[in-house]
């Protein structure tokens, strides 16, 4: 079986304009003390986009960085409008082939690149870990077998679909609805969750038979470029799987703008999904939009703290905070408060921060230099507000090995004494930091957890069912877990309301954004 290893692959770039570089590099590392030899010129491992069923090298690269050491370690592709360019080529000339196979045929490919990834899961796991700096054991347990699942659920889900009729006897009708693939599907996909999130939208749309472009983030690009090694073995067609790798504002918004990519399906934040909108508005485009969250707890009085307060930690902090669904407002009923906040902070402390290779490291390093200042700045901002921070950054100490000093890591941190109108409490934070309030009433929690622009997820912790129904039917979010969180019902619809997006995913819900409907009429 063809190896996916990384040295495999390990490209050297030989151009003029990197010699410089790493000479440029090698004296900051001297002068940083870092021993760097001549001869040991640090192999980067180099990417190049997947367009047609072939690996293409870009003449322009970005440098990627391992987050748990602040060091660059692989060039990804700085693509444009000519790598999308050929991608809608390629794309265009597979779809006629690839939507005519039976979904049958196409459920097949599925389970077999389902087969080969799952076959790859340590390969893909260890270098997922590398790329996102999250630990081994969540990519091992949770990034890669979902990236597998997300391939077997739609090759099993596209088989099930019914379609609509209707009888008009007396006017000798009948109507029934088809569907069809859509064409060219643009697919964005963030960096907190890479290959899991990639294939959450690949698997749906090449199952409807469509073709791709995928753009994954420029900050994690690793496991999307392995994943197309195992495309052709898997029976995916050349062009049907195009991955095309670069900035948001360079490639992505050539891909957006593109008037032969009719669907984008995004998920990442706010601010860009505003981009895309306004970018793809002149051709009428179909878009999936699943932003971000300020996910509130609600923790009432009988609730069971033994299974609230584990669960809750970890929907704080699982992914370094870095999940759009993780649990950034705790609400406690008073009477329960200050127990709460003492076992609470107690069992945070156990959350322990480690170098991502470390398997019994509950959380690693934040996706960048960049996006660690940004969560850091929210805890100085509480501080100056006169909140109280119980544990975590500036409370305790982080003790890291010498060579992770310069990594993206911070501690799981616990705000208290924070007012709702603070940005804390209003604005994706997106990282290791939650706050947690005291309330008096059911009334009183369902207005303040509603009070924010996002509306994605929520969890409600109480023994009491009338209760639990009533009060998760209140709140104003596309998803509400009580007692317990991310149980996940592909089946379903996923995805948030208000500023947490447009659209939902899942097998009804991705089958019918990936398809186009038609009504036709028969008159007998
Ligand atoms: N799943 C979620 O809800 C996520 C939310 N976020 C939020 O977004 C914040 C910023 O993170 P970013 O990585 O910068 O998210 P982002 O939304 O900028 O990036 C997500 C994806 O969109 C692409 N992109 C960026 N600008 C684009 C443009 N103009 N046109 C087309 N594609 C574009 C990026 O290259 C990446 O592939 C985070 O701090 C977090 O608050 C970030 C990642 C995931
Ligand atoms: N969209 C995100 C998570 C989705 C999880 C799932 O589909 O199970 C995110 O973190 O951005």
Request: charged share 20%.
């Amino acid at each position: 079986m063809r190896t996916l290893g990384l040295e495999a692959r390990v490209g050297l770039t030989q151009g003029r304009e990197r010699s410089n570089e790493n000479r440029r590099r090698q004296l900051r590392r001297r002068k940083a003390g870092v021993a760097f030899t001549m001869a040991g010129t640090k192999a980067l491992l180099t990417l190049e986009n997947f367009i047609n069923g072939k690996f293409v090298p870009c003449n322009s690269c970005l440098d990627s960085y391992d987050p748990s050491t602040g060091e660059v370690y692989c060039r990804v592709p700085n693509s444009g409008k000519e790598e999308i360019e050929a991608a809608v080529e390629a794309a265009r000339a597979a779809f006629p082939s690839w939507s005519a196979r039976s979904p049958q045929e196409r459920s097949q490919v599925l389970h077999r690149l389902a087969d080969l990834l799952e076959q790859s899961l340590e390969e893909l796991a260890q270098a997922e870990s590398r790329d996102q700096g999250k630990t081994i054991t969540l990519a091992r347990t949770m990034d890669i077998p979902r990236s597998v699942q997300n391939f077997r659920f739609f090759a099993s889900s596209i088989l099930h679909h019914t379609s609509e009729c209707t009888h008009m006897d007396h006017l000798g009708c009948l109507h029934y609805t088809v569907r069809a693939p859509v064409g060219i599907a643009g697919l964005i996909s963030p960096w907190n969750l890479p290959l899991y999130l990639l294939t959450w939208k690949v698997a749906p749309a090449i199952a409807a038979g469509n073709t791709v472009i995928a753009k994954p983030s420029e900050l994690t690009s690793v496991t999307a470029w392995m994943m197309c090694k195992l495309l052709e073995k898997a029976g995916v067609p050349p062009g049907v799987v195009n991955i095309v790798f670069g900035t948001g504002p360079r490639v992505g918004e050539a891909l957006v703008s593109h008037p032969e990519v009719p669907l984008i399906s995004f998920t990442g934040s706010q601010p860009t999904a505003e981009r895309i909108t306004q970018l793809s508005a002149p051709h009428c485009k179909k878009l999936s939009l699943e932003l971000g969250g300020k996910n509130p707890a609600i923790i009432f009085e009988d609730a069971n703290l033994e299974e609230c307060i584990p669960t809750t930690v970890r929907s704080s902090f699982a992914n370094q905070g870095e999940i759009c669904l993780c649990t950034s407002r705790i609400f406690v009923q008073k009477s329960i408060y200050s127990e709460f906040l003492e076992k609470f902070v107690q069992a945070t402390r156990m959350w322990k921060v480690g170098i991502p290779s470390d398997p019994s490291a509950s959380m690693g390093a934040l996706i960048s230099k960049a996006h660690l200042e940004k969560v850091r700045s929210y805890i100085k901002r509480a501080r100056s507000e006169g909140a109280r921070i119980l544990c975590g950054e500036g409370v305790d100490t982080l003790s890291l090995p010498s060579r992770n000093r310069a990594g993206y890591f911070m501690l799981p941190t616990v705000i208290t004494d924070i007012k709702d109108e603070s940005c804390c409490m209003k604005e994706e934070i997106f990282g290791p930091v939650t706050c947690v309030v005291p309330f008096e009433s059911e009334e009183e929690v369902i207005q303040r957890a509603n009070s924010v622009k996002y509306g994605l997820a929520a969890t409600v912790w109480s023994s009491n069912v009338g209760r639990i129904h009533r009060v998760a039917k209140k709140l104003r979010s596309g998803l509400v877990w009580t007692n317990c969180w991310l149980i996940r019902e592909l089946n379903l619809p996923f995805g948030g309301m208000k500023s947490s997006g447009v659209g939902r995913e899942g097998a009804k819900d991705s089958y019918e954004f990936f398809t186009e409907v038609k009504t036709i009429t028969i008159k007998h």
